[in-house]
């Protein structure tokens, strides 16, 4: 039975053995008042978890049978250079809204909003697709570091960067680019959503390399900022919808195939802010959930809550908007779960009068890319202009960059006195564990149980050699010089033992180098596909 005392039967069997209700997606997320909303996993799990796919994250309790270790959640440093792209070139300082207009000043943009940014492997560079413009058109800049970017002219529209012409016809606002290496058809390699404030509908185009576009096709009634994004654990696409159910909220709609999902005729109720989260102590308005966008990054769904906290009015520097970014973390692709201990913002504008960032933050699409050892977060801040008027709080918009150890989100800590973690029953597939840990201080030890938890001779805490580095990839081995091959597909458990350390992240892997098998968000610098394979590594 489900949380309302409804009779459910087994369906859909996932990749980490949870097992969706037949009856999906969920119809009741609209049913819990002002409470956080229900993570159904994280009361009843699977018997056995499979962590054959991609790192396992400690970003809730789903892999922990007992700790005292403690968890930690972590934010990223803004990167000290931002904003790393800035309105510049004349579709950029927003003359199309006086042209057409729609109102009678400029809105200086370039940021994502919410655009993408995808690493292209053929080419190796770093692609960041961004509105020129607020009202404008999306435009495409590349990178080979990610920190200095090209505006390339494109032939889409002739002496621009721009991938779509302007349309007289059009009011266009939000946009979401996704990279789809998994379609058989390479002209659909790119999809892309736009909303039009014009006719309130959204519109899906396809394209074989990102700048030649197919004709748009036409979505169902939505509201701004909706956006797309592809589940591949299921293959699903999902429309994220926004809605009015709560306050700006979310519908969910998934179908296998986006245009032919164009027409979602039957959404659901699915996510909105909560009684958890602050609000602005001067505006004091009730929070409520702007955007919402997700990405597969190695064992979960990555979510990005964008969590609007009303307009700052300011008679003397003009008014804003504030917008701050948070993530939610999903194993099942529907459900996602926020941390009710920890509820500061990953992402915070300013709110300094001058600053780029002021206000209104946004994310992409792709939410980050994977560089070496980091996590690259770009996204869109608001400076506004002055005094002139409300729109003037959706002017001057830059990109900025974010930075985050790879996995970093979450870790288990211990301090001098030795801690542990075991975690529930599990299986794999593979031969060698791989941690991410920081460890210089200390050390960190691992054990093999079998899934009672009693320690199985030759892989235990006594055989282990001490991990004593920092290091996002390194591997756990035991002084018998035995791999874990014979213990593949068993359940079993592994118990970690810590002192002065942080442990962000566990796998086992089929490869000596520790490739994952897991979802890489946007890319990895260096390395081929969005998945983390031994193939995927490029060659010089």
């Not at 991609?54 to 270790?69: S, Y």
């Not at 608001?382 to 990109?399: C, P």
């Not at 593979?430 to 199985?456: C, H, M, Q, S, T």
């Amino acid at each position: 039975m489900d949380r309302q005392g409804r009779e459910t039967s087994a369906g859909e069997r996932l990749y980490n053995g949870i097992v969706l209700p037949q009856s999906w997606p969920p119809e009741d997320m609209g049913s819990y008042g002002e409470a956080p909303q229900p993570v159904p996993y994280l009361d009843k799990g699977p018997d056995v978890i499979d962590i054959s796919v991609g790192r396992q994250l400690f970003v809730d309790d789903f892999l922990i049978a007992q700790t005292d270790m403690e968890r930690e959640y972590h934010r990223p440093r803004k990167y000290e250079g931002n904003p790393v792209l800035t309105p510049e070139v004349p579709t950029e300082l927003g003359q199309r809204e006086v042209e057409l207009k729609i109102i009678d000043i400029p809105l200086p943009t370039a940021a994502p909003f919410h655009g993408g940014v995808w690493y292209d492997a053929k080419e190796r560079l770093l692609k960041l697709w961004y509105k020129a413009g607020f009202f404008g058109s999306v435009a495409l800049a590349v990178s080979k570091d990610g920190l200095n970017w090209e505006r390339r002219e494109l032939d889409a529209v002739p002496g621009t960067n721009l991938v779509l012409p302007l349309r007289t016809d059009w009011q266009q606002d939000s946009n979401a680019v996704v990279y789809d290496p998994y379609t058989g058809d390479e002209t659909q390699r790119y999809k892309m959503f736009i909303y039009n404030n014009v006719d309130h509908s959204g519109y899906v185009f396809t394209s074989p390399d990102g700048v030649h576009w197919s004709d748009a096709v036409k979505t169902g009634l939505v509201g701004d900022c909706s956006t797309i994004f592809y589940n591949p654990f299921r293959k699903k696409w999902v429309y994220s919808i926004r809605a009015d159910w709560h306050e700006r909220s979310r519908n969910y709609s998934e179908c296998d195939d986006l245009i032919d999902g164009a027409g979602f005729s039957d959404p659901v109720k699915w996510l909105r802010a909560d009684e958890l989260d602050a609000r602005d102590p001067e505006i004091q308005m009730k929070p409520e959930l702007y955007n919402f966008n997700a990405v597969a990054y190695e064992s979960i769904l990555l979510g990005t809550y964008n969590i609007y906290l009303g307009i700052h009015e300011d008679a003397q520097a003009g008014d804003v908007k504030y917008n701050d970014i948070h993530l939610g973390y999903s194993r099942d692709g529907f459900h996602f779960y926020r941390p009710s201990e920890d509820r500061t913002p990953f992402l915070r504008a300013s709110r300094t009068v001058g600053d780029w960032e002021r206000g209104y933050l946004h994310d992409n699409a792709a939410i980050c890319v994977v560089n070496g050892d980091e996590l690259w977060f770009y996204y869109a801040g608001f400076q506004g202009n002055g005094k002139q008027g409300w729109f003037d709080m959706h002017s001057y918009a830059s990109t900025g960059l974010a930075i985050l150890r790879r996995d970093g989100f979450a870790s288990m800590n211990a301090g001098a006195e030795e801690k542990a973690l075991t975690t529930k029953a599990l299986t794999f597939q593979g031969k060698y564990l791989f941690v991410n840990a920081e460890a210089a201080g200390g050390e960190l030890k691992a054990e093999l149980l079998d899934e009672e938890g009693r320690p199985i001779e030759g892989f235990g805490l006594e055989d282990c050699i001490p991990v004593a580095e920092d290091s996002t990839k390194v591997q756990v081995a035991w002084r018998g010089g035995k791999d874990l091959s014979a213990f593949a597909g068993r359940p079993v458990r592994f118990r970690f033992a810590m002192q002065n350390g942080r442990l962000y992240a566990f796998w086992v892997s089929g490869d000596e180098k520790g490739a994952s098998g897991g979802y890489l968000a946007g890319g990895s610098v260096g390395q081929d596909g969005l998945v983390d394979t031994p193939q995927s590594y490029l060659r010089d």
